[in-house]
């Protein structure tokens, strides 16, 4: 069975400074990755996912990740955030196996500020 | 024009009442989920439709009854309803149970349970 881990729970950072969020997963076989973003009082949506191919993922909002096998790990980066980037981030795992489970780590709470 | 609609959006109901939060999907997607959001962000799959057939089932209380009268409508039916069942409840909807698709989520329905 796959599991996820966000080591952290909270990250704050000011306005136009660069950030990562950190994400680890462990698995028996290849996995699939995703990132969801969720604004106060909605739903998720996703950010981007990485399925196969080249390692490092461009999704929406200038977001980008990168599949590290190795070290198990798809960490999310932005290079300049903005205020508008305060909300929680999922990050997501499913296996190959054909098996219809998402598993969804804790969340981490981006809190950008002035 | 709104992917994935639940209601009610907030929900306040005693303790030991039978509640139901609707959803519908107008993605034309095959698959549909419950997700419960706790209050610490915890996202846990509790059921998963493909086709209007059950095809993932946690270990969920048998008090929570999944209903899907055709695959664009997932309602869920809460009997005899506890505290701990005080959550969000999230509704998405996929192209496919396949572990490669994109989960589209609801806005949430926040159950309290007093």
Redesign the interface.
């Given at each position: 069975a796959q599991s996820v881990t966000q080591l952290d729970s909270q990250v704050p950072v000011f306005e136009e400074a660069p950030v990562e969020l950190r994400c680890n997963y462990s698995s028996s076989v290849s996995v699939?990755l995703?990132w969801y973003v969720?604004y106060p009082?909605?739903?998720?949506?996703?950010l981007l996912?990485y399925?196969s191919g080249s390692t490092l993922v461009k999704g929406i909002n200038g977001f980008e990740a990168e599949f590290n096998k190795s070290q198990t790990s798809f960490h999310l980066r932005k290079p300049s955030v903005h205020i508008s980037d305060t909300a929680?981030y999922?990050c997501a795992v499913?296996?190959?196996t054909?098996?219809?489970?998402?598993i969804?780590g804790?969340?981490t709470?981006l809190f950008v500020k002035a | 024009d709104t992917a994935?609609s639940q209601t009610p959006k907030y929900l306040v109901t005693q303790m030991g009442n039978d509640k139901s939060i609707k959803c519908e999907q107008n993605l034309g997607h095959d698959?549909m989920y419950w997700y419960k959001q706790d209050s610490?962000?915890?996202?846990?799959?509790m059921f998963?439709y493909?086709n209007k057939e059950l095809?993932?089932n946690e270990t969920v209380p048998n008090r929570f009854s999944p209903k899907s009268p055709d695959k664009a409508h997932l309602n869920l039916h809460i009997n005899s309803l506890e505290l701990g069942d005080s959550a969000v409840y999230?509704c998405?909807s996929s192209q496919g149970?396949?572990?490669?698709t994109?989960?589209?989520?609801?806005?949430?329905t926040r159950l309290t349970v007093v």
């Open positions: 699939y995703f969720q009082n909605q739903g998720l949506q996703l996912k399925l929680e999922f499913s296996d190959l054909g098996g219809f489970k998402t969804f804790a969340g709470r | 994935v698959t610490k962000k915890f996202l846990k799959i998963s493909n095809i993932i999230f998405a149970p396949r572990s490669n994109e989960a589209f989520f609801g806005q949430g």
